[in-house]
Structures are given as structure tokens and as C-alpha cells.
């Protein structure tokens, strides 16, 4: 009689700090990425847009008035979008107090700051955020990768993954920076032409965990991609998708989903 087949293993998710680790810290800010960090996060996530002059810089939303002190700094200016701003007067931005004084007078950082706060065990995705709002952000992500040594060795340890929701862009990047791991970003699961066409440029699909069903999930790996959710936050999102059987959790607590996971 054979012997019955051991129970198929379970492997652990990989855990990305959305924002950092926007539930603890300001979004997109040092301390957030250092949280990730502390948390034992596989990826911290930030969100790249390209500063008036050219510079590229970590941040969210379209406009600063939500996350920053703007109505004090620039009156009249906070439904600008934020990438009218230069990086000088970006500096000038209070990025910490909307999430709480403890953090006032945290900064805006700059891409690289993400890889100063990395390692080989807590990596970055980079998502590029509204490229159309930034003309030119996939070469200068591409070039800040390719020549600085913080971003080198990060690269070497396979602890870089660069993210986006618009297509042509992420075919823009494939073709600047081909060895980058790249994921699309989408709300839902498209169907599977579109899967297909998509995995002739990225590596794998990030989506909305709410809609997500198993044949969302099969769909993806016929068509030879690995699967990420966004943005799983509470015990019962993490068992959902857990079940679901993906390969990457974003959540805006990476301490507690951490140790959620561990109780696998
Ligand atoms: O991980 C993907 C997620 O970051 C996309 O949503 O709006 O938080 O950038 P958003
Ligand atoms: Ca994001």
C-alpha cells in the first residue's frame, strides 16, 4: 500500500508594507519604511512621482493637500497637483503631522531614501505612481537603478520590484530595464487575453484582494504569473486570501499581518 502523500506544504506569502507602513507611520515617509523594516517585511512599498524639476519623489496622491501642511506653507496651492512642485518647495512640506504631531516635520523623501532604509531582507516596490503626471519617470526610475550602488545591491539581491497600474508605462520600463522584475497593477483580475498579453512584459499581477475568487486566481497562474493583493488589513482579509492561495500580501500594518501569517 503506498504511503499517503504528505499534506502539500504551505508556503508563506511574501509581506509588503503599503506605504511603508501606512497604518503606523506616516505614508511614504522614513518612518514608515523603517517600521516595514523593523516588522521583517519581504518589500517596503513606495509611491514615485517626478517633482517639477525632475526629481523623483516619494508620495501618493495627485495633490499634497490630504498628507501635508500645504494650506500653511502655499496657500491656494493644495489642489495643485503635487507634481507642480519642485523638489525645494516639496522640502518645505510638513509630511507628518496629518498622521499625528509625534511625526511633524517629516519630510518628503526622495526615492534613493527608500534604498537607505532597505536591506537584502526588506526590499522595495516601486510603484510608479500617475505617470502621466511625470513624463519621463520610468527613465529616471530606470536610471537611479542602474547607477547607484544602494539600488545595485539591492538589485543583486533580487529585492527590487517595480509596480504600476498604467500598462503602456510598465511596457515603457520593461524596455528601459529588462532584468526588473515588474508587476501590473490592476483593480480586478482581467480576463485571460489579457493575462496573456501582460505576461509578455511583467512577472506578475497585483490586485484588489475584494473581488478576488479562485478562478481569478487560476486564471493567473495559467498564464504563467504570480499573484499579489492589495491592501489586506484585517484577520479575516488575511485568511480570505491565505485560502486563496497568493504570493504576496500588501498591508498597511506589517507587524500584525507578520504575525498573522506565521499562524499559518
Ligand atoms: O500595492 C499596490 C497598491 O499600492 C496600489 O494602490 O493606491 O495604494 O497605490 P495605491
Ligand atoms: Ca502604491
Redesign the pocket.
Known amino acids: 500500500v503506498p504511503a499517503a502523500a504528505a499534506p502539500a506544504e504551505t508556503e508563506r506569502p511574501l509581506l ?1 508594507g ?2 511603508g507602513a501606512a497604518g503606523t507611520a506616516p505614508e511614504n515617509t522614513v518612518p514608515a519604511f523603517r517600521d516595514a523594516r523593523a516588522a521583517g517585511a519581504d518589500y517596503l ?1 513606495v ?1 514615485v512621482q517626478l517633482s517639477a524639476d525632475g526629481v523623483p519623489f516619494l508620495f ?1 496622491d495627485d495633490t499634497p493637500a490630504r498628507t501635508t501642511d500645504v494650506e500653511e506653507v502655499f496657500p491656494g496651492r493644495e489642489d495643485d497637483p503635487v507634481t507642480s512642485f519642485t523638489w525645494a518647495e516639496l522640502q518645505r512640506l510638513d509630511a507628518g503631522s496629518a498622521f499625528g504631531e509625534r511625526w511633524a516635520g517629516e519630510r518628503i523623501p526622495h526615492l534613493d531614501d527608500a534604498a537607505e532604509v532597505a536591506t537584502v531582507n526588506t526590499g522595495v ?1 516601486i ?1 510608479i ?1 500617475s505617470p502621466r503626471n511625470s513624463p519621463g519617470i520610468e527613465q529616471v526610475v530606470a536610471g537611479a537603478l542602474a547607477e547607484d550602488p544602494r539600488w545595485a545591491r539591492l538589485l543583486e539581491a533580487g529585492k527590487v520590484t517595480v ?1 504600476g ?1 498604467d500598462e503602456a508605462s510598465n511596457r515603457t520600463f520593461a524596455g528601459l530595464a529588462p532584468d526588473v522584475p515588474l508587476q501590473q ?1 490592476s483593480g480586478t483580475v482581467p480576463d485571460a487575453a489579457t493575462l496573456a498579453r501582460w505576461s509578455q512584459v511583467v512577472d506578475s499581477v ?1 490586485t484588489n484582494y475584494r473581488a478576488l475568487d479562485a478562478a481569478d486566481v487560476d486564471r493567473t497562474r495559467a498564464a504563467g504569473l504570480d499573484l ?1 493583493v ?2 489586506v488589513n484585517s484577520p479575516e482579509a488575511v485568511r480570505h486570501v491565505l485560502d486563496l492561495g497568493v504570493d504576496m500580501v ?1 498591508g498597511d500594518f506589517p507587524v500584525q499581518t507578520d504575525r498573522l501569517l506565521d499562524g499559518l
Do not use: M
Open positions: 509588503i503599503h506605504r512599498e509611491d501618493h516596490y510603484e505612481k509596480i497600474f497593477l497585483g499579489g492589495y491592501t500588501t
